[in-house]
C-alpha cells in the first residue's frame, strides 16, 4: 500500500518570495506521483503529474516539482508566490499497476498563506 | 472542455434522513471515483467504478452505497444521515486507456468536479 505524508500542514510565505511545499511517500512499488491545489471551497485541480521520464517536473502556475526515488520525495516549488497562490496544497500517489485506473490516495494537504 | 458535473452543489438534510449525489464525467471516461473531505480534513477515498463494476472500495460507511449506470454517470445514496456526514463529497473521473495487451492502463489522473457540500442537521 502507498501512502503520502506532507510534513508542514501550514506554510506562511512573503509575495514574491520562493516556496517548497515537502512531500515524501512509501511505497513498494513505482508510483504515479500528483499535486493538486484547492482553492477556497472550490474543487481540486491537477497542478502537475510524474509519471515516468524526467524527474523535474513543470506545472500550470509557474509550480514544478522533482521526483527524488532515492529520498522517496516529490517536493513542490515555485520560484516566486504570488497572492493567488493562497490555498490548500495536497500531494497524492497512486499505483501504476491496475489495468483500471487507479485511485488516488491523498495527503494531508498544506495550507500555503501568502502575505503582502 | 467539459467537466465533471456535479450535483446538487449544496444540500442540507436532518439526521436519518437520506440524499443522493449525482455525477456525470468528463465524455468518454470510464471510470468514477468517489471522495469524501470533512471540515479541515484530506479527501479520503469511498469507492470507484470502472466500466459500470466496482472497482475498488476504500472507507465508505454500510449505509452508502454507489452505482455507476450505462451512461457512465454515478450516483451516491446516502441513509440514516448522521452528524458526520457533513463533508463536501467529490466525484472524479479518469479514463483508461488500452495498452499494447488490450487491457486499459492507468493515466494515473483523476479530474475533479466541484463537489457537493452535505450538511447534516
Known amino acids: 500500500a502507498q501512502s503520502v505524508t506532507q510534513l508542514d500542514s501550514q506554510v506562511p510565505v512573503f509575495e514574491e518570495a520562493p516556496v517548497e511545499l515537502r512531500c515524501n511517500y512509501s511505497?513498494?512499488?513505482?508510483?504515479?506521483l500528483f499535486w493538486y491545489v484547492q482553492y477556497p471551497n472550490q474543487g481540486l485541480q491537477l497542478l502537475l503529474k510524474?509519471?515516468?521520464?524526467?524527474?523535474l517536473v513543470k506545472g500550470i502556475n509557474g509550480f514544478e516539482a522533482e521526483f527524488n526515488k532515492s529520498q522517496t520525495s516529490f517536493h513542490l516549488r515555485k520560484p516566486s508566490v504570488h497572492i493567488s497562490d493562497t490555498a490548500e496544497y495536497f500531494c497524492?500517489?497512486?499505483?501504476?499497476?491496475?489495468?483500471?485506473?487507479?485511485?488516488?490516495?491523498f495527503g494531508s494537504g498544506t495550507r500555503l498563506s501568502i502575505r503582502p | 472542455a467539459a467537466g465533471v458535473i456535479q450535483s446538487p452543489r449544496h444540500l442540507i438534510k436532518e439526521k436519518r434522513e437520506t440524499a443522493t449525489l449525482k455525477c456525470y464525467p468528463i465524455?468518454?471516461?470510464?471510470?468514477v471515483y468517489w471522495y469524501q473531505q470533512g471540515p479541515g480534513q484530506d479527501p479520503q477515498f469511498l469507492i470507484s467504478?470502472?466500466?459500470?463494476?466496482?472497482?475498488d472500495k476504500g472507507s465508505i460507511p454500510d449505509r452508502f452505497s454507489a452505482q455507476q449506470f450505462s451512461d457512465y454517470h454515478s450516483e451516491l445514496n446516502m441513509s440514516s444521515l448522521e452528524l458526520g456526514d457533513s463533508a463536501l463529497y467529490f466525484c472524479?473521473?479518469?479514463?483508461?486507456?488500452?495498452?499494447?495487451?488490450?487491457?486499459?492502463?492507468?493515466?494515473?489522473?483523476?479530474?475533479f468536479g466541484e463537489g457537493s457540500r452535505l450538511t447534516v442537521l
Open positions: 472524479a473521473s479518469s479514463c483508461a486507456v488500452p495498452g499494447l495487451a488490450g487491457m486499459g492502463n492507468n493515466t494515473g489522473e483523476l479530474f
Open positions: 511505497s513498494s512499488v513505482s508510483v504515479y
Open positions: 510524474y509519471l515516468s521520464g524526467s524527474t
Open positions: 497524492a500517489v497512486s499505483d501504476p499497476r491496475y489495468s483500471s485506473a487507479s485511485k488516488i490516495i
Open positions: 465524455p468518454r471516461h470510464d471510470t
Open positions: 467504478f470502472y466500466e459500470k463494476m466496482q472497482s
